[in-house]
């Protein structure tokens, strides 16, 4: 069973025509992390640094929301939100898993295509955002949704949320 990527981004709409993704960017891939210091060398405690995010990054089909994923990151426009949906396809999907940032901006935004390739050109954007939350959702053994389990963390405030 494949899964289904949906970004919202407040003020960027997409061209999702999924009934509970409407008007949303779908993603072909996408990825985020972070690393934080720590050391375990002789007279330390393993003492741990500042978490450093590294930039929410995604690949998608060139859309509508090209040329404003563009604008935005030309100008450095701060946009409210944007929440990732990941969802299990088939006859039943489910959104499992949520990653939501807050006070985001457009990093980067690269275009490509290939000439002679049947593929369409592609969005290679990141975002940095100054919160992230975190929402997964366990699949039970008869296919529903488990409880959530939810983090965070707030790169302002060097807390988790």
């Known amino acids: 069973m494949a899964d289904e990527y949906f970004l919202e981004i407040d003020g960027i709409e997409g061209e999702s025509h999924d009934a509970r993704h409407q008007d949303e960017i779908e993603l072909d891939g996408w990825s985020f992390g972070g690393a934080a210091s720590g050391s375990f060398q002789a007279g330390g405690g393993a003492g741990a640094g500042k978490f450093n995010a ?14 404003l994923l563009f604008q935005a990151c030309a100008t450095g426009k701060h946009l409210p939100r944007a929440t990732l949906t990941a969802r299990k396809a ?20 690269q275009q ?50």
Do not use: C, H, W
């Open 90 to 109: 088939g006859a039943n999907p489910q959104d499992y898993l949520k990653i939501t940032q807050t006070d985001v901006l457009i990093a980067s935004y």
């Open 54 to 67: 590294q930039d929410f990054q995604f690949t998608a089909k060139v859309s509508k929301a090209s040329p």
């Open 112 to 161: 490509s295509g290939s000439s002679g390739s049947d593929a369409p050109p592609r969005d290679q954007v990141s975002l940095t955002y100054a919160k992230i939350e975190l929402e997964y959702k366990p699949m039970n053994p008869d296919g529903s949704l488990g409880g959530s389990v939810k983090a965070g963390f707030d790169l302002k405030t060097n807390r988790p949320v």
